[in-house]
């Protein structure tokens, strides 16, 4: 049976219930950074465990956050990161430094993306957090089984 793995990213604090509700029924949250408030951990583990990463906004020292996560879901290997080590992340540049991730999991540019190399995948689940720019917030959610990744991009409201 196949494992589904909530995404969500760039949260700035703010939890809608649209992205919980969304987020409903994973095994795992993986949040790719700039949560703004422990808070959000909390209430995302009521659903499901929770790695996450800190983002350029981010109290570095939250002792639940870390710059980078792996991690193996289903025999992939799963890199996250928020992405603001690079000036402007993009999906080549992320799968030229994370060569050893299958799928490569970010955020900071608020801009949903799903990008396929290959048999690699780099994700951004956009911002889930206040509105802001000219996008819809999202997540994702992300179904693994072993040689076989999809994801979905779920707009929230």
């Known amino acids: 049976m196949p494992t589904t793995v909530g995404l969500i990213s760039d949260t700035h604090?703010?939890?809608r219930a649209s992205a919980m509700h969304a987020l409903e029924g994973v095994a795992l949250i993986l949040h790719a950074g700039d949560v703004g408030s422990r808070d959000v951990l909390i209430e995302l583990a009521a659903l499901a465990p929770v790695q996450a990463v800190y983002g350029n906004v981010d109290d570095i020292h939250t002792p639940e956050l870390e710059a980078r996560r792996w991690l193996t879901v289903?025999?992939?290997q799963i890199h996250v990161s928020h992405g603001h080590e690079f000036p402007r992340p993009t999906p080549e540049l992320l799968?030229?430094?994370y060569r050893d991730a299958g799928i490569i999991v970010f955020?900071?540019?608020h801009r949903a993306l799903v990008h396929r190399a290959g048999d690699r995948l780099v994700v951004n689940p956009g911002a889930a957090g206040p509105k802001r720019f000219d996008v819809v917030p999202s997540v994702a959610k992300l179904t693994l089984s072993p040689g076989h990744a999809d994801v979905d991009i779920i707009g929230i409201d």
Request: proline letters at 0%.
């Open 107 to 109: 955020g900071h540019t």
């Open 13 to 15: 604090g703010l939890l």
């Open 74 to 76: 289903e025999g992939w």
């Open 95 to 97: 799968l030229h430094r």
